[in-house]
Structure formats: C-alpha cells, structure tokens
C-alpha cells in the first residue's frame, strides 16, 4: 500500500512526460546549434574512399571485429531486454507497472557507479580481457536467469544492481582498446562503422523478442536468451582477445598497411 501511494504522489501523466522530453530535445537541439564549429578540410579520397579505408581496417583489424560482432549480438538481446521483456513481465507476473520503472532506473543508476568505479579504480584491475569477460558474464547473464526463475522484485532489484554495476565496467574497456588501437587520423571513421554496426541489429532485437514471446512465451524466451548470452560470453575467451591485455602492439600490426 505504501509503494502505490508513493507511486501515485510521484506520478505523472504520460502526456506530460512526452511534453518534458520534447522540451529536453529542443533544450539539446539549442545547445547544438549554440556550439562553435570549425570548418575541416574535405578529404582526399573523398567521403566513398575514406569509408573504404574504414572497412579495410576493420577487415585487418580481428580484435575489432570481434568486438563489434558481440556488440551486434548482445544489443539486440539488451534491447529486447529493456523494450519487450521487461514490461511483458513486469505486467504479467509482477503486477506493477512501478517495477518496470524502478528496475530500470536500478540498471542506469548502477551502471553510471559501474562507470565511476571503473574510471576510479580501473587501472588497478589487472588484465583487461579477465575483468572484461566476468564484467560480460555477470553483468549480461544474471538478469535474464532472475526473471526467468521469475523472482521477487526485491530480487531483481539486487540481481539488475550488481549486474548494472558490473556492466558499468565493459564500456570504458571497449573505449580504451578501440582508442589505443585504431590509428588518430581514423578514428572517426573506424568508430563510426563500428556504431553503425553494432548497433544496427537492435530494432531485429525488438521484432525477434515480441515474436518469440508470443510465440512460445515470456519465461521459455528468457531461458533462451539467457543461453545465447552466455553462449555470447565465451567470446571473451578466445585467443584474438589477447590482444587486448596488448593494444600498443597489435596497433603497430594493424596500422602498417596504413600510411
């Protein structure tokens, strides 16, 4: 009784929430245009040439490559996480719409110290590919199996909180090996094509998780996911992740072909 009358005294109305985001949308629009810019030079080769130098390396590249295929991978199942499962279950098994809110706000709170821990303590961590894939395992596994064995929201709360912390971890790791690897003057191309990958298989994440709920239902769906990520996890293991405990080398490797 409590919990519904905090809920209803901080509740808003969802027209009023999509009138606060639009406000904060155009708040970043003005900062944008606000922002002095500076002309670059137009390249060279041209937009087309110098894409095609970014495909070229992430081609030599392994270590990146590998990097952006589990990306693609473990997005769509994160989105389908956050977009499908989470408010099927929070609806049909919790009860409470509130859960949906406080799990999610778990997960960003904890993943943000995740980040602060990192950045803090991080250069004491030791090997990067060790604390990458326990990062990975706990922080991608443990939430689809919490609500798979349908949990308590005092659980998942728990569960999602150490999960966002240890996921806090993987994403300084990924920008510090991609930085120290990928040559000054590519950069922005590299990266870019590495966005536009890894990132290109989360709306298929939505469509493939409403399908597979639908089609055999919530809890088979998140044992199933919750298989393909640790399936996902033992990519860590392989040998090409070495070479992140290594960048500075693999670097000197990579970028000779590249002038």
């Not at 894409?51 to 081609?59: K, P, S, V």
């Not at 060790?130 to 596994?141: D, I, K, N, R, S």
């Not at 990924?174 to 990266?191: D, N």
Request: hydrophobic share 55%; glycine share 10%.
């Amino acid at each position: 009784m409590a919990r519904q009358q905090l809920a209803q005294s901080l509740s808003i109305s969802a027209a009023s929430v999509l009138v606060l985001n639009s406000v904060l949308f155009l708040a970043a629009l003005l900062v944008v245009i606000g922002t002095p810019h500076r002309s670059a030079p137009k390249p060279a080769r041209g937009c087309r040439g110098e894409l095609d130098e970014g495909i070229r390396y992430l081609r030599e590249d392994r270590l990146i490559a590998v990097i952006i295929v589990l990306l693609l991978v473990t997005n769509m199942l994160d989105t389908a996480l956050l977009a499908v499962f989470l408010p099927v279950y929070t609806a049909s098994i919790l009860h409470d719409p509130v859960a949906l809110g406080a799990i999610v706000g778990v997960m960003g709170a904890t993943a943000l110290l995740g980040n602060l821990l990192f950045g803090w303590l991080g250069h004491r961590a030791g090997a990067r590919r060790l604390v990458f894939t326990v990062a990975f395992a706990v922080g991608g596994v443990s939430p689809q199996i919490v609500l798979a064995l349908e949990a308590e929201l005092p659980v998942i709360l728990l569960v999602v909180g150490v999960s966002g912390t240890a996921t806090g971890a993987v994403n300084p790791i990924l920008a510090v090996v991609t930085y120290e690897r990928i040559p000054e003057r590519m950069r922005g191309r590299v990266l870019s094509l590495t966005t536009l990958v890894s990132q290109g298989g989360t709306p298929l994440g939505v469509l493939v998780g409403g399908l597979l709920v639908d089609g055999i239902g919530l809890v088979p769906t998140l044992w199933l996911t919750a298989g393909c990520y640790a399936t996902a996890v033992v990519v860590p293991v392989l040998p090409v992740l070495r070479e992140m405990n290594d960048p500075a080398l693999a670097t000197g490797e990579v970028a000779a072909g590249h002038p």
